[in-house]
């Protein structure tokens, strides 16, 4: 999941997240699982206020123009 920048700030990436988290609790689905780029600190904020849970992290498994980045893999599991 992702927005452009002008879209960020607003509550959609909040309600997009909030969507699939029912959708996925509503088919039965017990646990969430997501990569997310260790340098995009609102994704992450974003994650942890919905209670994903940090559970480890691939370094350097992503590379654009160049340029290497950890991604943190997060998870959230249905009671």
Do not use: C, P, T
Request: charged share 25%; no cysteine; net charge positive.
């Amino acid at each position: 999941m992702g927005l452009l920048g002008i879209y960020r700030g607003k509550g959609i990436g909040s309600r997009l997240l909030q969507l699939a988290m029912q959708r996925a609790r509503e088919r039965g689905l017990e646990r969430i699982e997501l990569s997310v780029l260790h340098e995009n600190a609102a994704a992450r904020a974003l994650y942890a206020q919905f209670g994903f849970q940090i559970e480890g992290r691939r370094v350097r498994d992503w590379k654009h123009d160049g340029v290497y980045q950890d991604s943190i893999l997060m998870a959230f599991a249905f009671n």
